[in-house]
């Protein structure tokens, strides 16, 4: 689950690491009520207003201005406010942007001497540990300093088990180049947020930028948090973050029944169960030429009522010229399967006016077959993985 910035700033201060503190505000008068509370208690009079979309890059499309007063807060707040913010990282069409974080200007006297330092926890999956990614250049986006210039970007792996030690801290302090105070809040910075990252379950913060202010703070001025999907369980009181105009409508509804789907760029819309066989599937489709529209593991029953949600899913993306359904029956037996998804077709076959082509696999897979065939609808039957791939491909170049 993505979290917005001002939200992922909430959970780190409930953990104690420095940020820029602000406030959130989803009209222009509350974003001037926003900083004359700001005001009141930081001190502030300089303001940022940073347009709140799951999208990072938002200072490059225009989405992050700074207010030297509280007429400037008002104007470029009801700018920012229901404005597309495009930037490299959303679509051409950009996200809607229905609140603004009213932030403190931490950029204050002295900001020559303010230094942006990147820094990052995730997990990293090729060793089964966490890992802080940290580096001098922060502030600018870090794919390029990546690409131009990879010393410059630090890493560390961390047993989840035994944490960070001490002197790993100092190290990270000593590679950003601290010493003094700085080194030491630096330290202190470290060991919260990672202690954070690790209490909250989450599978990415990433902090860019990190600031030494001209008085040796040390804030998180950005936060990009996302938190694990499968530890929502525990942290109910995270659930009310969810956002869900920031999600793909058609993912939503696939996951309100319970349907595990992924929308993609392709025109083929796959329907299989079993994570791995749907990655396999997908991989096949790319290798006869195809492209998936879509991920989509239907799960354990495919029976008539999943299979026509799961149908009517697929069909919502305009892109989808053929299905694909590769289902594999063990206990569920093909034939049941081959019923269930006649049945399907049948009670929606007004929707449908795409080829579909069937392959099943497993018990009584033979039965099955004879049941596609002769079904007399717009199906397409295939028995082998290869056969099935290249028959979608027959069928989106003959039509
Ligand atoms: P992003 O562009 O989506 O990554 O949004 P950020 O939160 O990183 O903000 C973008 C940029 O705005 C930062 O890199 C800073 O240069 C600038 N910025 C953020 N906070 C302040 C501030 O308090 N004062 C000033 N002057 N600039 C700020
Ligand atoms: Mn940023």
Request: hydrophobic letters at 40%.
């Given at each position: 689950?993505?979290?917005?910035?001002?939200q992922?700033?909430?959970?780190?201060?409930?953990f104690?690491?420095?940020?820029?503190r602000?406030?959130?505000?989803s009209?222009?008068?509350?974003?001037?009520?926003?900083?004359?509370?700001?005001?009141e208690?930081?001190?502030t009079?300089w303001y940022?207003?940073k347009?709140?979309?799951?999208?990072?890059?938002?200072?490059?499309?225009g989405?992050?201005?700074?207010?030297?007063?509280i007429?400037?807060?008002?104007?470029?707040?009801s700018?920012?406010?229901?404005?597309?913010?495009v930037?490299?990282?959303?679509?051409?069409?950009?996200k809607?942007?229905h609140q603004?974080?009213?932030?403190?200007?931490v950029y204050?006297?002295g900001?020559s001497?303010i230094q942006?330092?990147?820094?990052?926890?995730?997990l990293?999956?090729?060793?089964?540990k966490?890992m802080i990614?940290?580096?001098?250049?922060?502030?600018?986006?870090?794919?390029?300093?990546a690409?131009?210039?990879?010393?410059?970007?630090h890493?560390?792996d961390i047993?989840?088990?035994s944490?960070?030690?001490?002197k790993?801290i100092s190290?990270?302090?000593?590679?950003?180049?601290?010493s003094?105070?700085?080194?030491?809040?630096?330290?202190?910075f470290v060991k919260?947020?990672?202690?954070a990252?690790?209490?909250s379950?989450?599978s990415?913060?990433?902090?860019?930028?990190?600031?030494?202010?001209s008085?040796?703070k040390?804030?998180?001025?950005?936060?990009?948090?996302?938190?694990?999907d499968?530890?929502?369980?525990?942290?109910?009181?995270?659930?009310e973050?969810?956002?869900?105009?920031e999600?793909?409508?058609?993912?939503?509804?696939?996951k309100?029944?319970?349907?595990?789907?992924?929308?993609?760029?392709?025109?083929?819309?796959c329907?299989?169960?079993?994570a791995?066989?749907?990655?396999?599937t997908?991989?096949?489709?790319k290798?006869?030429?195809?492209?998936?529209?879509?991920?989509?593991?239907?799960?354990?029953?495919?029976?008539?009522?999943?299979v026509?949600?799961?149908?009517r899913?697929?069909?919502?993306?305009p892109?989808?010229?053929?299905?694909?359904?590769?289902i594999?029956?063990?206990?569920?037996?093909?034939?049941?399967?081959?019923?269930?998804?006649i049945?399907?077709?049948?009670?929606m076959?007004?929707?449908?006016?795409?080829?579909?082509?069937?392959?099943?696999?497993?018990t009584?897979s033979?039965?099955?077959?004879?049941?596609?065939?002769?079904?007399?609808?717009?199906?397409?039957?295939a028995?082998?993985?290869?056969?099935?791939?290249?028959?979608?491909?027959?069928v989106?170049?003959?039509?």
């Amino acid at each position: 689950m993505n979290l917005h910035e001002y939200q992922g700033k909430q959970i780190l201060n409930s953990f104690g690491v420095n940020i820029q503190r602000g406030i959130v505000a989803s009209t222009a008068d509350e974003a001037v009520a926003a900083a004359k509370k700001l005001t009141e208690d930081t001190g502030t009079s300089w303001y940022v207003i940073k347009a709140q979309v799951h999208a990072g890059g938002r200072g490059k499309g225009g989405g992050v201005k700074v207010a030297k007063s509280i007429d400037e807060v008002r104007e470029i707040s009801s700018e920012i406010i229901g404005m597309n913010l495009v930037t490299p990282q959303t679509s051409v069409e950009g996200k809607k942007v229905h609140q603004v974080l009213i932030a403190e200007d931490v950029y204050y006297p002295g900001a020559s001497e303010i230094q942006e330092f990147y820094m990052s926890v995730l997990l990293n999956r090729q060793t089964s540990k966490n890992m802080i990614m940290y580096s001098t250049e922060g502030g600018v986006d870090i794919e390029s300093v990546a690409e131009n210039t990879p010393d410059l970007i630090h890493t560390i792996d961390i047993d989840p088990d035994s944490g960070l030690s001490d002197k790993e801290i100092s190290v990270i302090a000593d590679n950003l180049g601290l010493s003094g105070n700085a080194h030491s809040e630096m330290m202190e910075f470290v060991k919260s947020l990672y202690n954070a990252y690790s209490k909250s379950d989450s599978s990415l913060f990433e902090i860019n930028p990190v600031i030494k202010t001209s008085d040796d703070k040390i804030l998180a001025v950005d936060a990009k948090v996302t938190i694990d999907d499968n530890s929502l369980f525990r942290h109910q009181d995270y659930l009310e973050l969810r956002d869900i105009r920031e999600e793909n409508p058609i993912e939503v509804e696939a996951k309100k029944a319970g349907l595990n789907y992924v929308d993609l760029d392709g025109n083929v819309g796959c329907m299989v169960n079993g994570a791995g066989l749907a990655m396999a599937t997908m991989d096949l489709i790319k290798q006869a030429g195809g492209d998936p529209a879509n991920f989509l593991d239907v799960g354990g029953t495919a029976d008539s009522e999943r299979v026509e949600t799961a149908f009517r899913i697929i069909l919502k993306d305009p892109n989808v010229k053929a299905i694909l359904v590769n289902i594999f029956g063990g206990i569920v037996r093909c034939d049941r399967v081959a019923n269930g998804v006649i049945a399907a077709y049948k009670n929606m076959k007004d929707d449908i006016d795409i080829p579909i082509i069937v392959r099943l696999q497993g018990t009584n897979s033979e039965i099955a077959k004879e049941i596609i065939d002769s079904s007399g609808l717009n199906f397409y039957s295939a028995t082998e993985f290869k056969e099935a791939s290249d028959k979608v491909q027959e069928v989106l170049s003959s039509n």
